[in-house]
């Protein structure tokens, strides 16, 4: 059962990483443009601290268990 949530904590870990790093890429090029827009940067830095948020809360739940 550990080993199963833990899998899973990864796993959410890994796609709200993923996303993260493609909308950083996003906010670098959109920051590159003539007109660049606010909101590519917004959902980056959101998506970048549940990034954060999650791997700390992971590391905290491997070592309550």
């Known amino acids: 059962m550990r080993e199963r949530k ?3 904590w990864q796993t959410i870990i890994g796609f709200v990483g993923f996303f993260a790093l493609i ?8 920051v590159l443009r003539p ?10 830095g959101v998506l970048l601290l549940a990034t954060w948020l999650l791997v700390r809360r992971w590391l905290q ?3 309550e268990n």
Do not use: F, T
């Not at 909308?23 to 959109?30: E, H, Y």
């Open 6 to 8: 833990d899998l899973v």
């Open 35 to 44: 007109d660049p827009l606010i909101w590519p940067g917004v959902l980056a």
């Open 61 to 63: 739940w491997r070592e």
């Open 23 to 30: 909308s950083l890429v996003q906010a670098v090029i959109n």
